[in-house]
């Protein structure tokens, strides 16, 4: 459906060709890196300032037409799709480093920098920002899914590392939340409101970053452990130690073998172990041989020590290709990818549920995690022309997020929900899914900004 | 006023003589640690169940009767008064530490449980809870007001430490938010918005808190420095140093004095950092001489460290002992007791114009401070009686708040809002306030939840 003429003028007028309706550019933002699909938006826009934004924001609310915003594409829920049409609002241009401000450890950005460009502007500072979720995704994004990651056990996820917001509302207003300093208690917590709020209440146009010292020391190493229950025991034994692990990874034999096959590993096809330890070279190595002595009790073999930084950066390189890697396994296979969290205790039995239930149901699907917080994902690797196989895997990722309910955990650790997995709120959330709907209808009356997503419909 | 009659009646059907319009028992509910002062409730009820509350908040939203909820009664900003009357909910007999998991490092508790109460039930565990505010204050109390106290520069605040909460809502609704996991992305984090909503949104009625590994090794000590300049820019250059400090307090001249004549010590009078490690034996000692060497710099003198627990427990006393002590400098007054938080950075200019303005007001006000996240207090004492000298203090607390937010910090660090501070929450927010209102709108739409505190007038 296209646009009203008299949005389609304003937009334009505003922003020139910054504004598209080509099929090209509405194509591109229908895509989505999982097996979520959507029809394209009826119109894309670029904006470069929070002014445009607001502007945008408040021509769509008098036209009462949705608004998508889209980080960088990798969601894996669905979330930036335009299921309802309307405008997707593509803040890639919105990428400039504000302001760097070292003696505090805070970096102040717009929402289109992604990770990795951050990371990169950082290096001269002896700061880095630690939160990776593997994909190159956008700041704006990762705060709106309350992403996390790899080294979230040891630095916290978005909900931890965003100290301060601007965020334009759905009238147009700009509004900020949080402050430079360390804590407050002035008033609710709109910044920990936005943060995971999936674009759903706001638009995050500029946001303050806690920033974090490079380690001194850095050491990772990968081990291997005969059986899932091994590697995953393990875990639990070293979170409980209390050792501050920067990373401890799980992946599974099927993840072994597509590193053989796609990343040019040569491990053995068993489940393994990929750890990191940050600090001083002192605790390091304290850290290091502690772990060690606990891997020995369950049983670990073939430590491999990264000593180098780029073998370091090739053992992370590995891992976060891991969603890659393991669709190479079947050709032309989409990914139903689900993630769960559980309290850590409840971890060995829920891994084990999940890939019992995986291979009752006939289905390939690599199992990953950040287990260190309880934290994993299958990879359940569908023919996206076959609705009976990704009904098959649906029902995988179904029964994980209910036994995941059924111990205390939560049906998504860092995806998120979108479209995806919104028939779940109910059960996760009870009456409090209507609480959520009740803050959306009044910071966003007209149902304009992501709508279709996470909430209860509207009476 | 008294209770509609009919509302006596329910209440005190459903709870028996846990329902009083005594004038002691409301006279109690008048009382507050610091000058802020109301009339009493009409009613004080005190439930022993989540049941009990939802009957009674139900009870109250029929008759659009008041609700204000009570802890401890150890809140700085008036927060717990019935400024508008109604029913004062004493949550004390809800003390019950319901479940502790320690595999999981967590503990489920009921909001009445104080946080030494709770760290005595836990003392053969080898965990404990480390929110420490000084005072005594009840879980539930802590939680609404977003409390941090000496060692959030270790383990953060309320806000890192609550992982899920059982609320009621205003309608009587009861709801559950977050789960045992350690990390979520299911939804808006109402978590996060119920912990510091001073009991504006719902009451709460079960609190999951994360609880922390009792330390292998602690060290405490304290030292003293020629000026206040000198000991703060300790702290800045401490923190920025990375050094992962547990406590690191500041004390000023005239604290040390109150100290000297009111707690038994015998402290120089001189501005001191009162400071303390955890870790193993090996990382405990590596800090303390890192520290050691710092301090050094800025000129640290006397040295003295508490090697027994004994004697780290006479320091933190002393320590948390600070407000009243300073009060008996002055007799018969009463605290205008102030807070605010900037980034580390700014913090050093921040109290040395603190210290001038109270000078130049020709007040006595001792300044303490939660230094190594930026935050300090100032315990103005003034005559109850003398509102010139009671306007001079709040003139006080308003520069050094104002000031605090020109530099990019928060009106409070950790006492909240309630009514001390509610005129300045539009300078902090902006159109950000208007945000807190509508999404309070949204929830208790008759305005019976804490009314009259934090949130802008409903139009």
New interface residues.
């Given amino acids: 459906m296209p646009l009203p003429d008299d949005l389609s003028h304003s937009l334009q007028a505003l922003l020139g060709t910054r504004f598209s309706v080509t099929q090209a550019d509405r194509g591109h933002h229908a895509q989505s890196e999982s097996f979520h699909s959507a029809p394209p938006p009826d119109a894309v826009v670029w904006p470069r300032t929070t002014e445009e934004v607001a502007r945008i924001v408040a021509a769509c609310a008098d036209a009462g037409v949705p608004l998508v915003a889209w980080g960088a594409g990798t969601s894996l829920e669905g979330h930036a799709l335009a299921y309802r049409g309307g405008v997707t609002l593509d803040l890639s241009q919105m990428d400039r480093v504000i302001e760097i401000?070292a003696?505090?450890?805070?970096v102040t950005v717009q929402p289109g920098v992604t990770r990795e460009a951050l990371n990169t502007e950082l290096r001269a500072t002896g700061l880095f920002f630690p939160v990776d979720p593997g994909a190159n995704a956008s700041l704006g994004g990762m705060a709106s899914?309350?992403?996390?990651g790899t080294t979230?056990v040891r630095y916290g996820?978005m909900?931890?590392n965003v100290l301060a917001l601007q965020v334009v509302?759905a009238d147009g207003?700009?509004?900020?939340?949080g402050?430079?300093?360390?804590?407050?208690?002035?008033?609710?917590?709109?910044t920990?409101?936005f943060?995971?709020?999936e674009g759903t209440?706001g638009i995050i146009t500029e946001l303050t970053l806690k920033l974090h010292?490079q380690p001194e020391e850095v050491a990772s190493a990968v081990c291997a452990f005969e059986t899932l229950d091994h590697a995953v025991e393990c875990v639990?034994a070293t979170i409980?130690s209390?050792i501050p692990m920067a990373r401890i990874e799980f992946v599974d034999a099927a993840t072994a073998r597509a590193f053989n096959l796609h990343s040019g590993a040569s491990l053995p096809e068993m489940p393994h172990l990929m750890v990191e330890f940050h600090g001083?070279p002192?605790?390091v190595r304290?850290d290091a041989t502690r772990f060690g002595e606990i891997a020995e009790d369950f049983g670990a073999t073939g430590f491999d020590w990264a000593t180098t930084p780029e073998d370091r950066a090739r053992l992370w390189r590995m891992r976060h290709g891991a969603y890659h890697a393991c669709l190479a396994l079947r050709s032309g296979a989409k990914g139903v990818v689900t993630d769960v969290?559980?309290?850590?205790?409840e971890l060995p039995a829920a891994v084990h549920a999940a890939a019992e239930d995986i291979a009752a149901a006939g289905l390939l699907g690599p199992i990953v995690g950040h287990v260190g917080?309880?934290?994993f994902h299958s990879l359940l690797l569908v023919d996206p022309d076959d609705k009976a196989e990704i009904a098959a895997a649906k029902e995988v990722a179904r029964k994980m997020a209910e036994r995941?309910?059924s111990v205390?955990?939560?049906?998504?650790?860092?995806?998120?929900?979108g479209v995806g997995?919104r028939d779940l709120?109910a059960a996760?959330?009870?009456?409090?899914?209507q609480?959520?709907g009740?803050?959306k209808?009044?910071?966003d009356p007209q149902d304009i900004l992501n709508p279709g997503k996470?909430?209860p419909d509207r009476n």
Avoid: F
């Fill in positions: 401000r003696p505090d450890m805070q899914t309350r992403a996390s979230a996820t909900r931890d509302m207003r700009v509004i900020r939340t402050t430079r300093a360390a804590k407050s208690s002035a008033g609710y917590d709109l920990g409101l943060v995971g709020a209440l010292g639990s409980q209390g001083s002192g605790s304290e969290c559980v309290p850590m205790s917080d309880g934290n995941a309910l205390g955990g939560t049906i998504t650790g860092e995806h998120g929900i997995k709120m996760q959330h009870g009456d409090g899914w609480v959520m009740a803050i209808q009044a910071l996470m909430l």
